[in-house]
């Protein structure tokens, strides 16, 4: 070979032709030419997109004139954390039914202030009776609609401890979110002990100011606290009570005194009291202590086939059957997208199908009315959020729909991942809210089962695989796979407002260095994409391209690279992309080659392997052999590789081994080094490889010819090309070296190498060079190989060089 060694300059011209392998012949249309020269001077183009130590694809500063850093530095790859590629596919699962302009849902999402099933409504009072004591007023429930309660109520989980509770305190606080059937529950486990007389009292009641006297006997009282009433919300509107333009918050907390007061006053008078409270702060000061029982909705099933037989009567069982059938279809449960309907959504579903039963609405008439069931969900809990009442903060009350949004985002990631987000998102809603006030956290107060039912999510597990372990991860989950997208829609398209903070947070997280954080943070902007591109452009993708931070430029990236999936959105993600890649900003062309990893920004991998050639030519230089933003392209290139489209990538690095360019040249080089040495987890993309997943830990090539023993010649035609380049051959020698300590022991990945090293030789002096490394290997003194994994090695090349 006529190149000269590490640091000198390189001979024009090709590489020479390897017996009987693969000739490098440069692609037709040939550009401009590239001078030859030294290959200092540049700046050093560090890891590709790896994170930590900065997260840089390249350092600022110059870098020294060897070739070699830029091969050391390439050897941490351009992966993320161990979890990301789990995280990439579940967070992209999230958002698969998000749009670009939602229908309107219909209807009134804000707080359900009474609990209705069929034509029962608790929330109506039909009776005034107005006891000798002062200020108690009292609706008793018509006993028909206590009869039809008992024929269509299914109870919850825990009824039968709540009925025990009641029975024995007389007092039961029921918490829960709206809509989860309290009012029916209370109403129901009132009529099973009191048997006379079910009343509701007004919302306006005060209980500490109850007497004996103001309660009747032998009755059950039920009074709903919504979150804003407890603390001291305001007050509907009647006679003579506004005063100075507000409405007196005359409603304080009752403490538990208050209802140890009033056990004792119910237990006299022989009646009992269900007290239904919204999820909240007040709530979980109920659950500590003696008389508050969280609510737990019922099964759905259980539910949605009595409102069935009530609405199709019992003489018909033939449409009823049909109508669960209906109900059970595929489509039908996609168009849901909640795995468990509340109280008030099995009575909408029920009537649905029923009239779908009846022919009066088509198969799509129902699922576009399916469809809007998780909206509706979203849009009442963001309805008035973050309403700072009596001794409520408003911190505090930002604090539930920051929880949403964080589970939102990450769905079915570690549960601290989501918590530590959710406040970190209180924070910024916070501090918008009310610059001045700096938000603390709660320590111990929060109940963890209360905050999930509340939000419809729950606690689960899975294991994270790390080296030849695993740890078992607590994860944490939405009930439905439309909700997702039905909150993240919900915040950013009817709460303009809430945009700066969400932004803010998104750019924060997506520059954390774990693939758990940052890639369902970059998933989210993509989604975000798809509702309103121009604005999460400017404040989103953007800053987060042009930023110091590699992590955040890498969230870029992947965030461009999935919002290109939707067709829409792929033409503009490819001129956005090819104006990155051309600009003077050396942070917007690092972004640009890393979108091109993942192969959708150019709709195909050739197009892609087209703009990452072009990417080069555009950022070298006559005296830049290794331009920086040469470590990402080859990143990129390698990232490919390990796509679906491995052997168009392989032969392309074999057209540019040959290219007449020294760029070229040098990006082939650093692409076969990649493929030598970058473990293949490091180089996830946006789709499952199936073939690869029991070669993660192996190097790419390694795990290439493994699953597909067809590319185990083109591989050892690159990697031959490199092992015969003088001024990189000791580096490319380290690579191969470091593959065969990793087979040290290990029969699975020795058998592929024993199989690949004979494709390396094919001359005396070949085999010598793989040779020196057994023997390097074979004497160091710190960590040597074993001698029976030395005999496999040199055996593997002994009968070619006698050959």
């Known amino acids: 070979m006529s190149e000269k060694g590490p640091g000198g300059a390189p001979a024009a011209g090709p590489p020479p032709a390897r017996p009987g392998g693969l000739q490098g012949a440069a692609p037709a249309g040939p550009g401009p030419g590239q001078a030859g020269g030294p ?29 070699g850093s830029r091969f050391a530095a390439a050897r941490s790859g351009p ?25 309107s849902v219909q209807g009134d999402y804000a707080r359900v202030d009474s609990e209705r099933v069929g034509s029962v409504h608790f929330g109506d009072v039909h009776q005034y009776s107005r006891p000798a004591g002062p200020g108690l007023v009292s609706g008793t429930l018509p006993r028909a609609e206590l009869r039809q309660l008992r024929r269509i109520f299914a109870p919850p989980p825990q009824y039968r401890e709540l009925l025990d509770h009641l029975r024995e305190l007389r007092v039961l606080a029921l918490c829960g979110d709206p809509g989860t059937g309290r009012g029916c529950a209370a109403a129901s486990l009132l009529d099973e002990v009191a048997r006379v007389t079910v ?55 009752p403490a538990e005194l208050h209802l140890d007061r009033l056990h004792a006053l119910l237990k006299e008078r022989g009646s ?84 779908h039963t009846a022919e009066e609405l088509s198969d799509e008439e129902l699922l576009q009315e399916c469809r809007q069931f998780s909206h509706r969900q979203a849009a009442s809990w963001f309805s008035g959020a973050g309403q700072a009442v009596g001794r409520r903060s408003a911190s505090a009350a930002l604090r539930p729909p920051a929880f949403r949004v964080a589970l939102a985002v990450y769905n079915g990631e570690p549960y601290n991942v989501a918590a530590e987000a959710a406040e970190t998102l209180a924070w910024e809603l916070s501090t918008t809210q009310d610059p001045e006030k700096v938000p603390g956290r709660p320590l111990f107060t929060d109940n963890l089962q209360a905050r999930l039912t509340a939000s419809r999510a729950e606690l689960g597990h899975r294991e994270l695989v790390l080296g030849n372990g695993s740890l078992r991860l607590r994860t944490v989950r939405l009930q439905g796979s439309a909700l997702s997208g039905a909150v993240l829609s919900q915040v950013w398209q009817q709460h303009h407002n809430a945009r700066g903070p969400l932004c803010r947070w998104l750019r924060g997280q997506c520059d954390d260095p774990r693939g758990t ?13 798809r509702m309103d591109y121009p604005y999460v452009l400017t404040h989103l993708l953007t800053p987060l391209a042009r930023s110091e931070s590699g992590m955040q430029r890498q969230a870029a990236a992947t965030a461009v690279a999935e919002a290109a999936r939707t067709p829409v959105l792929q033409p503009v993600m490819q001129s956005l992309v090819e104006e ?43 005296t830049e052999s290794w331009p920086a933003e040469l470590a990402q392209v080859s990143g990129s290139v390698a990232r490919l590789a390990a796509g679906t489209g491995t052997p168009a990538v392989l032969r392309r690095i074999g057209q540019w081994t040959g290219d007449h360019r020294l760029i070229r040249r040098n990006l082939a080089l650093l692409s076969i080094y990649r493929l030598l040495t970058n473990p293949t987890w490091t180089l996830w993309g946006l789709e499952e490889q199936p073939h690869l997943a029991p070669y ?95 005999a496999r090695l040199k055996a593997a090349v002994a009968p070619q060089r006698v050959g």
Not at 43 to 65: I, L, M, Q, R
């Open 272 to 355: 009992f009291l269900v007290l239904v409270v919204d999820a909240g702060d007040f709530a979980e000061e109920l659950l500590r202590g003696r008389y508050g029982r969280l609510y737990l909705p019922p099964p759905t099933q259980s539910l949605l086939e009595r409102h069935l037989t009530e609405l199709l009567g019992h003489d018909g069982a033939e449409q009823q059957a049909r109508a669960v059938a209906t109900s059970a279809r595929a489509d039908v449960r996609e168009a849901l997208g909640l795995e468990q309907l509340r109280p008030h959504e099995a009575v909408t579903l029920a009537h649905l199908l029923s009239r």
């Open 79 to 103: 992966g993320a954390a161990e979890d990301a590629a789990y995280a990439v596919r579940q967070s992209r699962a999230n958002y698969a039914s998000v749009q670009g302009d939602y229908a």
């Open 580 to 622: 990155w890649g051309e600009s003077e900003d050396a942070w917007l062309r690092d972004t640009a080659a890393q979108a091109h990893g993942f192969g959708t920004v150019e709709g195909s991998v050739p197009g892609s392997l087209n703009a990452l050639g072009r990417l080069t030519t555009a950022a070298g230089r006559p």
């Open 39 to 67: 290959a200092g001077a540049a700046p050093d183009g560090g890891g590709a997109g790896a994170e930590g130590e900065g997260g840089g694809a390249h350092g600022a500063g110059p870098a020294g004139s060897a070739e």
């Open 696 to 790: 993660r830990y192996w190097p790419l090539a390694g795990a290439l010819m493994g699953s597909r023993p067809e590319l185990m010649r083109p591989l050892a035609d690159l990697v031959w090309q490199g092992l015969d380049t003088a001024r990189v051959r000791q580096v490319m020698a380290d690579g191969l070296g470091a593959w065969m300590r990793q087979s040290d022991g290990d029969s699975g990945r020795m058998d592929v190498l024993c199989a690949f090293l004979p494709l390396l030789v094919s001359g005396e002096e070949d085999g010598r060079r793989i040779e020196h490394v057994v023997r390097g290997l074979e004497r160091d003194p710190d960590e040597p190989v074993s001698a029976e994994t030395v």
């Open 517 to 529: 954080v940052w890639v369902p943070a970059a998933t989210a902007v993509a989604a975000l994409c």
């Open 199 to 253: 009343a509701r009292l007004d919302a306006r009641t005060e209980i500490e100011t109850i007497t004996e006297e103001s309660l009747e006997r032998e009755r059950g009282y039920f009074l709903e606290l919504a979150e804003s009433e407890a603390v001291g919300g305001l007050r509907p509107e009647g006679p003579g009570e506004k005063e100075g333009g507000r409405w007196p918050a005359a409603r304080t907390r």
